[in-house]
């Protein structure tokens, strides 16, 4: 007995030693974006990852991991400890790799922790301003004239402007080719050099182009007309049938995170996106800010979107890989 006396002391200073765990996050949170420098969602999640910080208290860095239509940073990210400390930048895209697989290795509501909806960043169907088409018809008609079609460009596969191509060639019964370039900026390159017909860009990048008036916007893909471009008609006004596609940018984790810490990361990235400087980089460019309430009603949103993207993708007769 008195040895057991003499221990519970020693064990009560040993309970009481212990470090308390630290408060999320106590070093670096690693941002991985499925695109290569540059791109599109590059510079968005640059933008946010720079206020993030500043939120957080701890550096944000940026892991560029393109390849596989953005299958090798969603296989890291899935891989990754549910810790916080490994975040992905995708949203939409998610979906849209799942659904135009023959045998997806994941599944976006399984395998991934919404944490934050930032922004809608629909695509633009583009056309150099030097062609003759003014409007999808007149579009849709010239690829119905020429044999095998028109050549469009996008971002890659199963990017959201690869499928709003496809709608669009199956919803008006058109032929075409779909020309895949590794991201979205080198698809608008390739549009201006003349190598392709048209292409679907994200707005963010169609957009200062079609201000230097180099190129004609013909459809916005989302289900409503941008309010950076009210002269061009939304996808549903533009050819009957079609959906609106609005494509979106969100941060999502590994399946498994704690609440608190989904709960922190949510509240600092909508603090960090609420700052006007980083409103001005984000919206300045035709993106339009949809910040999600809380990551309950992220996870509704996400679960709702998987399944239209899954009829989406049916309905634009894109096969898959």
Not at 213 to 219: A, K, N, P, Q
């Amino acid at each position: 007995m008195r040895l057991a006396r003499r221990a519970l002391p020693l064990l009560a200073a040993g309970v009481l030693a212990r470090p308390a765990q630290a408060a999320f996050p106590d070093r670096r949170v690693s941002l991985t974006v499925p695109f290569v420098g540059g791109s599109s969602a590059d510079t968005i999640a640059r933008v946010v990852a720079k206020h993030l910080a500043e939120e957080l208290g701890q550096p944000v860095v940026i892991d560029n991991r393109a390849g596989a239509g953005g299958l090798l940073a969603t296989q890291a990210t899935i891989r990754a400890a549910p810790d916080g400390y490994s975040l992905l930048f995708s949203g939409a895209q998610l979906s849209n790799i799942f659904w135009l697989r023959r045998e997806p290795e994941f599944d976006p509501l399984r395998d991934f922790t919404p944490v934050v909806r930032i922004l809608s960043n629909a695509a633009v169907l583009l056309v150099k301003a030097d062609r003759p088409w003014r409007s999808a018809a007149e579009l849709v008609a010239a690829a119905k004239a020429k044999e095998g079609g028109l050549t469009y460009g996008s971002g890659g596969v199963g990017t959201a402007a690869h499928i709003a191509g496809a709608a669009l060639l199956t919803l008006s019964g058109a032929p075409g080719l779909h020309v895949p370039y590794n991201g979205a900026n080198q698809a608008t390159l390739a549009l201006l050099k003349g190598e392709v017909d048209f292409a679907f860009a994200i707005i963010n990048i169609a957009l200062p182009y079609i201000r230097r008036s180099e190129f004609r916007g013909l459809i916005h893909a989302g289900a409503r007309r941008s309010s950076h471009l009210p002269e061009v008609p939304a996808f549903p006004e533009a050819v009957p049938g079609a959906p609106g596609m609005d494509n979106w940018s969100a941060i999502v984790g590994p399946a498994g995170m704690d609440a608190a810490i989904v709960e922190r990361l949510h509240a600092a990235t909508v603090a960090a996106c609420q700052r006007q400087e980083a409103i001005a980089a984000l919206t300045g460019d035709g993106n339009e800010m949809f910040l999600s309430e809380s990551p309950a009603s992220f996870r509704a949103f996400f679960t709702s979107e998987h399944a239209s993207i899954g009829r989406i993708v049916k309905l634009a007769g894109a096969r898959p890989d």
